[in-house]
């Protein structure tokens, strides 16, 4: 049996008079990489702010393994289960790749004092930073400062800190962007392969990048402004040229294969 770990039922937001999402529903189950996709103002991050409860859905509601995300705050949910990066990355630069890891873990946990001496972390702690740094490819890394990384790896530490607490569920808003197309790939890969290592069971990526999208999801949800227009597997996708152009604007080539 699919097993059903988050469920968006009707979800309409607005931002004052204009309406962002308009009645959007789907289900999340155990073992999907799906892709969100769309024209700018699409409503993409305002979806993945609702699904991580950090906005209020006006009507509609969001349910993360059958209970309700609204209300809870990002490091309940978190520990519940229910994790997310942001699109800008919030590196510290001064920071080493570990401190960095665990402040991550610390600040979703809600446990903010720590952050004052973020490497006074106990051996327990350490422990896991260093799992999950492993996993990124990070453990040469760990004492690397921030701002000695390239862009690609400061989305790699961001995202670490969040699997610090091993969600079931990942939500990504733009990991690959402001990477550049060489790396987009090694990043994509990394992230994949770290997050199966670390038991995270499904992730919602938002993405532009259509060969990532046709090389790594295995459905892709199509929002335009506000309403959900696609929900397919992505050969589907591909090869429907009228949602293509709908959500994209143009075939693209290369992920056709
Ligand atoms: N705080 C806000 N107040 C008013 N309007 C907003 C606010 N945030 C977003 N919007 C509007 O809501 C719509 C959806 O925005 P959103 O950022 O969710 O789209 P998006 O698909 O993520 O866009 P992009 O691809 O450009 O990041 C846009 O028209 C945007 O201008």
Excluded: W
Excluded at 113 to 139: H, I, M, N
């Amino acid at each position: 049996m699919i097993e059903m770990l988050l469920r968006a039922l009707n979800i309409t937001k607005r931002y004052g008079a204009f309406t962002a999402l308009a009645g959007v529903s789907f289900d999340i189950s155990k073992g999907e990489v799906v892709a969100v996709v769309g024209p700018n103002g699409a409503g993409k991050t305002t979806l993945v702010n609702t699904l991580s409860g950090l906005f209020m859905p006006d009507e509609g509601g969001v349910m993360f393994e059958g209970r309700p995300v609204a209300g809870l705050g990002a490091s309940a949910l978190a520990l519940r289960g229910l994790a997310r990066s942001f699109q800008l990355v919030t590196i510290y630069p001064s920071f080493t790749v570990a401190e960095m890891i665990s402040v991550g873990a610390f600040a979703r946990a809600g446990q903010t004092f720590r952050l004052l001496r973020p490497s006074a972390t106990c051996r327990r702690e350490q422990a896991q930073v260093r799992e999950v740094a492993a996993a990124f490819g990070l453990e040469h890394r760990l004492e690397t400062t921030c701002s000695a990384l390239s862009q690609g790896e400061k989305k790699l530490v961001d995202i670490a800190s969040a699997l610090t607490l091993r969600p079931r569920l990942m939500l990504l808003d733009e990991p690959t962007s402001g990477i550049s197309s060489a790396d987009k790939d090694r990043i994509m890969e990394t992230l994949l392969a770290a997050a199966q290592r670390l038991g995270v069971e499904s992730l919602v990526l938002v993405e532009h990048d259509m060969e990532l999208i046709a090389r790594y999801a295995t459905r892709v949800i199509g929002l335009k402004a506000g309403s959900l227009v696609a929900d397919m597997p992505p050969d589907a996708f591909f090869r429907d040229p009228a949602v293509i152009e709908t959500l994209v604007g143009k075939v693209p080539h290369n992920a056709l294969g």
